[in-house]
């Protein structure tokens, strides 16, 4: 369970920088604040239990995109690999993100995201991953539904 944890995480901070960048880019517009997401689907080919997370996307993430797309490069250095792919594709309301890092062998990531922005205030997704370490194979299938709670966000 300890990997899958790490998986998941590693998902979220993917999915967390590729928000942050999505409200500057043209014909994409979300508030920032607190959201709320709710992530279904499958981990290794079997249900996973549903997890309700909340993040903040501050003003300034929303700012500055170029430096949240460019941090998705350095996810590789989580698991001490470079990534080959980094692809990342606007359409009016959607975006796809494409990574992959490291040596499907020993270790390894797979990112591949598509969101589609509803408003302003919600979004749907899906994430497909696969993450290799240590030669350990684990997958993952989720769907994503997000919405925003409120402006202000809360202290950890």
């Known amino acids: 369970m ?4 790490s998986c998941g995480a590693l998902a979220a901070v993917v999915l967390a920088l590729v928000l942050a960048a999505v409200p500057a880019r043209a014909g994409i517009k ?5 959201w709320q997401q709710v992530e279904t689907g499958t981990e290794d080919g079997k249900p996973a239990e549903p ?4 993040d903040c996307l ?3 993430q929303a700012r500055d995109p170029i430096k949240a ?3 998705l490069k350095d996810i590789g250095s989580l698991i001490g690999q470079y990534c080959q792919t980094m692809q990342v594709h606007q ?6 993100v494409d990574l992959a890092c ?3 062998k020993a270790n ?3 990112v591949k995201l598509d969101f589609k922005i509803h408003d302003a205030r919600h979004y749907t997704g899906t994430i497909k991953s696969t993450f290799v370490f240590k030669g350990r194979k684990t997958t993952s299938d989720k769907a994503i539904e997000a919405k925003w709670l409120r402006s202000k966000c809360s202290k950890k």
């Open 58 to 60: 501050t003003p300034g």
């Open 30 to 34: 979300l508030d920032p604040g607190t």
């Open 51 to 54: 997890v309700t997370d909340t």
């Open 108 to 110: 390894y990531v797979a």
């Open 102 to 104: 490291g040596d499907e």
């Open 2 to 5: 300890q990997k899958i944890a």
């Open 69 to 71: 797309l460019s941090a």
């Open 91 to 96: 359409d009016d309301n959607a975006v796809s």
